[in-house]
């Protein structure tokens, strides 16, 4: 089965950095873009880009563009999520999705990770 | 950016009812570019419909999409107590992708 296992709950302070792990198993790493999604307390999804795992690509909002950075290591089949100067509107949950087609939209959800920023 | 509008909000309903849930654009939406999501609380999204009417894998068939150019439909036939959640709609016609602000479905 397809599993998508992130890193624990962080908590950042504001101005802060967070990088979230997202480890793949159950099928071809290298042959699904990995997005990223959150969702803020109480609010509606967001998306932040997507990695291609093969090549490393990636593409950003123009919102997240100068914030967030999307790698992933093919060796251990997992990709990786760095948000940068954290503000508290930052607090939410972040899962990992598998785009199944190229089409993006997202058939596998990690189990999410809860960033809290807080001063 | 595509608007997602998602209407109405929340909707009380019986088990056994039908649902309606719809989905509107700010721009034309190609059908192949229209997904649908069901979330439970403390629960990740699940995906329901993809391409605006395909059915992802397991997903039973009281739930339907329909739809084209700015105006999309969810319908859940039949009420299962374990359809009472909350329902996005998200276009990748474009980016950003965009999700709808969702729709509750909550038991009257």
Redesign the interface.
């Known amino acids: 089965q397809v599993h998508l296992v992130q890193s624990g709950a962080e908590v950042k302070k504001p101005g802060a950095s967070v990088k979230v792990s997202c480890k793949a198993s159950g099928y071809s790493f290298t042959a699904y873009y990995i997005h990223w999604v959150r969702q803020a307390p109480g609010q509606g999804l967001e998306w932040m880009g997507w990695i291609n795992p093969n090549t490393g690509g990636t593409d950003y909002p123009q919102k997240f563009q100068d914030r967030v950075t999307m790698t992933r290591d093919r060796s251990i089949s997992t990709a990786y999520m760095e948000l940068s100067r954290l503000r508290s509107d930052d607090t939410a949950v972040y899962w990992c999705v598998r785009d199944p087609s190229g089409w993006y939209y997202f058939d596998f959800w990690g189990q999410g990770t809860l960033v809290t920023v807080s001063s | 950016e595509i608007v997602l509008t998602q209407s109405p909000g929340p909707l009380s309903l019986s088990p056994g009812e039908r649902a309606t849930l719809s989905c509107r654009a700010s721009e034309s939406v190609s059908s192949?570019?229209l997904?649908w999501?069901q979330q439970k609380p403390g629960q990740?999204?699940?995906?329901l419909i993809?391409g605006a009417s395909s059915r992802?894998?397991g997903i039973p068939d009281r739930f339907s999409g329909s739809g084209s150019g700015t105006d999309f439909t969810l319908t859940i036939n039949r009420l299962e107590p374990e359809d009472f959640a909350v329902y996005?709609c998200?276009q990748?016609e474009s980016?950003?992708?965009?999700?709808?602000?969702?729709t509750k479905v909550e038991i009257k």
């Not at chain 2, 990740?44 to 995906?47: G, I, Q, S, T």
């Open positions: 192949w570019y997904a999501y990740a999204p699940r995906l993809y992802a894998t996005y998200q990748y980016s950003p992708l965009t999700f709808g602000g969702g």
